[in-house]
């Protein structure tokens, strides 16, 4: 019953704010609709959303570790943010319409050639102004701890793009084990479980000091330094240690 529920109510909230985004474009207006409708999902789907420093609100590339899809929902649902997402994800039912309407950057890392393309797409949306959102992870995982950044997925950022930062993101989840999406685990399955999963799911966003890639220096070094600003903050909040 809870399963039925939420997936109703998210489809109606979806319903309901498409045609307003496509108004919204034919009138030439920034949309606002993605974003209500990420943050109505993610709240359909238990999370309960806690923003901690100040997102930065255009020219700048959000650098994630990443949990879940739910992640998405989070983000998406506290900045006007587009994502860059592996190309499979264009070819999930539904999800690759509603992703579409909101900018997705696509991403074949097996193409180097494709790969350059995109590097390419993601610069130009950039240097346009827009906020995109980077998972340089490249995957998910249980959320204790935190995978290398892939310094080329960075690439796009250089030669530097003037007045474009890197803002990272450290995302907490309160029960990172409900949340996460790791393994073998079908996208259809995880989602089942986590609409069927009773109660809230805290997750706080820690939007962390912004990083200027020419201070960086290259894409080894910004990937680098933005993985340890997010480590650093995850170890913070979790605070010290007992011992043993």
Known sequence: MRLALRGAAILAGFLFCVPFHYLWKLLRIRSFWPQLFLAYAGRCCGLRVTVRGTP????VLFAANHVSWLDILAIGGATR????ARDDVEGWPGVGWAANLNGTIYVVRHARREVREQADELRAALAAGRAVTLFPEGTTEAGHEVLPFRASLFASLYPALPGVRVQPIALEYCASGDAAWIGDEGYG????RILSRPGTLPVTLHFLAPIDPREAGDRKALAHQAREEVVQALAASAGPTDPL
């Open 189 to 192: 399955v995880n989602a089942k």
């Open 81 to 84: 943010t587009a994502f860059v």
């Open 56 to 59: 930065l609100g255009d020219n």
